[in-house]
T-cell receptor, first 112, second 116 residues
Framework: GENVEQHPSTLSVQEGDSAVIKCTYS??????FPWYKQELGKRPQLIID?????GEKKDQRIAVTLNKTAKHFSLHITETQPEDSAVYFC???????????FGTGTRLLVSP | ETGVTQSPTHLIKTRGQQVTLRCSSQ?????VSWYQQALGQGPQFIFQ???????GRGNFPPRFSGLQFPNYSSELNVNALELDDSALYLC???????????????FGPGTRLTVL
């Protein structure tokens, strides 16, 4: 079955810096890759997603890139702000199935 | 915030007991997936319900079972509770499989289950 690895487990940056979180997946059938942000005690919130027919997608300060050949995808946050502090999860899924396999999460801390 | 709701918010049970958790999907969504999130871990897929039938299952034993009702709300039932069942249980709703955006899953706030 699918296995998703996520790095780093923790990431500390200064406000205004960029942050990059990387994930790799094992199942070449996976073609849907969402990213979720989870604040302490709250639900995971979908922040951006990408499908396999696209190599990059951007939404304001957030971008995701996908390399299907290497089976990895990354989340890029520019101009980080303290409110970006949270745990970020990547996930992989397959078109036609609703199961998402999640990474282990990255705790991002943005210091003012 | 999504329109997905869950109840109860918190629950404390003892080993061997049974529990039922409830989820109401977002308006326009007819598919509900359930996930278990242990402390410090990512959510793990339990199963999904579509049109009142189970439509995929993760690596969870049969004592984890579910239902979906005609209004698309769903229940997760866990029998013979074990200490390791202590976790945050999340449901996620999504739209009809096959549509352009059906993969997008929106999570509810979760039910925190503690098994003593």
């Amino acid at each position: 079955g699918e296995n998703v690895e996520q790095h780093p487990s923790t990431l500390s940056v200064q406000e205004g810096d960029s942050a990059v979180i990387k994930c790799t997946y094992s199942d070449s059938a996976s073609n849907y890759f969402p990213w979720y942000k989870q604040e302490l005690g709250k639900r995971p919130q979908l922040i951006i997603d990408i499908r396999s027919n696209v190599g990059e997608k951007k939404d304001q300060r957030i971008a995701v890139t996908l390399n299907k050949t290497a089976k990895h995808f990354s989340l890029h946050i520019t101009e980080t702000q303290p409110e970006d502090s949270a745990v970020y999860f990547c996930a992989a899924g397959e078109e036609g199935f609703q199961k998402l396999v999640f990474g282990t999460g990255t705790r991002l801390l943005v210091s003012p | 915030e999504t329109g997905v709701t869950q109840s109860p918010t918190h629950l404390i049970k003892t080993r061997g007991q049974q529990v039922t958790l409830r989820c109401s999907s977002q308006s326009g969504h007819n598919t509900v997936s359930w996930y278990q999130q242990a402390l410090g871990q990512g959510p793990q897929f339990i199963f999904q319900y579509y049109r009142e039938e189970e439509n995929g299952r993760g690596n969870f034993p049969p004592r984890f079972s579910g239902l979906q009702f005609p209004n698309y709300s769903s229940e997760l039932n866990v029998n013979a509770l074990e200490l390791d069942d202590s976790a945050l249980y999340l449901c996620a709703s999504s739209s009809t499989p096959g549509t352009g955006s059906y993969n997008e899953q929106f999570f509810g706030p979760g039910t925190r289950l503690t098994v003593l």
